[in-house]
C-alpha cells in the first residue's frame, strides 16, 4: 500500500547489495512512496552487478562510493544534489562489516588490523558521511538520516563478535553528530536496531539459524522482517516524525524488552 509519504523528497541510500538487503527493500519502498534518490554502494560491491536492477526499477541512478573514503563521500553528495537537482532530504545507513566474523575469528582472538577496519566500514563511516554532508550544507531542513543498527549494542550476544563494538559506536555516534545536525540544520539522525534478518551481512554471523529462531520465539509479535524493517525506515523519512531525534529506535517485534516467553520457557520445562 502506498501513502505519498515522501512525495517530492530526495535522499541517498547506502547499502543495497541485493533484493534480501534491508537498504533493497527500503529503496523500493521509498520509490512506492514518491520519494526519488541515488543508490550507492562500495566499488566491490558494484561488480555483482545486481543493484542496476534496481536502479533500473525505480528510476535511479547509481553512484559508487566507499563510504571509509572521504574523497568519495564527498564526490558522493555533490553528484547527488547535482542529480536530484538540489539538497537532500533523507539518508539511510544500512552498511555493515567485519573481517572478525567473515574469517572466523573469536572475539577473544581478533586480529587488530581487521577490528580497525570493521570499525571504520561499520561505524566510523556514518560519521564521515554526516560530517560531509554538514559540512557541504546538503541537508534541507526538517530532513531524516536514519542507520541500521542491532541489540548487541547494549547486551550480550557472543557471535556477534566485535560487530557489538561496531554498533554501540554507532549508536553513539547518531547521538553526537544528532546533537549537532538538530541544533544547526533540524536534521533528525536516529538509529533503527532491527531484528536479526536473512541477509547477506546477517547470515555471516555465527550460529545466525539458531540466532533468528531464538528471537522468533521470544518476540511477541515475532521477528521484523526486511520489508518491516522499510517500512518503519519510510515513516522515519517522512513529516509525521520531525521531532524525532538522538533515538535508538527498538523495531524488533517486542524482543528488547523480554525476559522470557512461553515458548522459550517450554524448551526448558520438564513434564
Ligand atoms: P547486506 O549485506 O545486504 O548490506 C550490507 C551492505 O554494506 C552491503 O551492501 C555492503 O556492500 C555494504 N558495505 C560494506 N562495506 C562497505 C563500504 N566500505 N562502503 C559502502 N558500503 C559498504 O546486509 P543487511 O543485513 O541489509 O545490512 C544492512 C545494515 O543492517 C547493516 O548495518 C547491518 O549491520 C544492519 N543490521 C542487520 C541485521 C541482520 O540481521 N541482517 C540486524 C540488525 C541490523
Same mark, same amino acid.
Given at each position: +500500500? ?35 534518490? *541515488? ?116 547486551? *550480550? ?47 555471516? *554471523? ?51 524488552? +523480554? ?13
Amino acid at each position: +500500500m502506498s501513502y505519498n509519504l515522501l512525495k517530492g523528497k530526495k535522499g541517498i541510500i547506502f547499502g543495497a547489495l541485493d533484493e534480501n538487503s534491508i537498504a533493497w527493500k527500503t529503496a523500493e519502498r521509498v520509490h512506492e512512496e514518491g520519494g526519488t534518490f *541515488v543508490l550507492t554502494n562500495a566499488p566491490v560491491a558494484m561488480r555483482m552487478g545486481q543493484i542496476n536492477q534496481l536502479a533500473e526499477k525505480t528510476g535511479s541512478q547509481i553512484i559508487p562510493a566507499d563510504a571509509t573514503s572521504v574523497e568519495d563521500l564527498e564526490n558522493l553528495v555533490e553528484k547527488s544534489m547535482e542529480i536530484l537537482g538540489g539538497k537532500i532530504d533523507f539518508v539511510l545507513h544500512s552498511i555493515g562489516m567485519s573481517i572478525n566474523v567473515r574469517k572466523g575469528n573469536h572475539y577473544t582472538n581478533q586480529n587488530y588490523d581487521w577490528t580497525q577496519k570493521g570499525t571504520d566500514v561499520s561505524a566510523n563511516s556514518f560519521h564521515k558521511v554526516m560530517q560531509t554532508l554538514y559540512q557541504k550544507d546538503a541537508m534541507n531542513e526538517w530532513g531524516s538520516i536514519v542507520a541500521l543498527t542491532y541489540m548487541a549494542a547494549q547486551r *550480550v550476544f557472543p557471535d556477534y563478535n566485535d560487530m557489538a563494538d561496531n554498533k554501540a559506536l554507532l549508536e553513539s555516534i547518531a547521538r553526537s553528530f544528532g546533537y549537532f545536525f538538530g541544533r544547526d540544520k533540524k536534521v533528525r539522525v536516529n538509529t533503527i536496531s532491527q531484528s536479526p534478518t536473512p541477509t547477506t551481512a546477517g547470515s555471516g *554471523v555465527k550460529g545466525f539459524d539458531g540466532f533468528i529462531s531464538y528471537a522468533e520465539k521470544m518476540s511477541p509479535l515475532g521477528n521484523a522482517t526486511a520489508l518491516d524493517c522499510a517500512n518503519y525506515t519510510i515513516t522515519m523519512f517522512s513529516d509525521l516524525t520531525r521531532k524525532v531525534t538522538l533515538q535508538n529506535l527498538f523495531h524488533d517485534g517486542g524482543f528488547s524488552n +523480554m525476559g522470557v516467553s512461553d515458548a522459550v520457557m517450554e524448551t526448558f520445562t520438564r513434564e
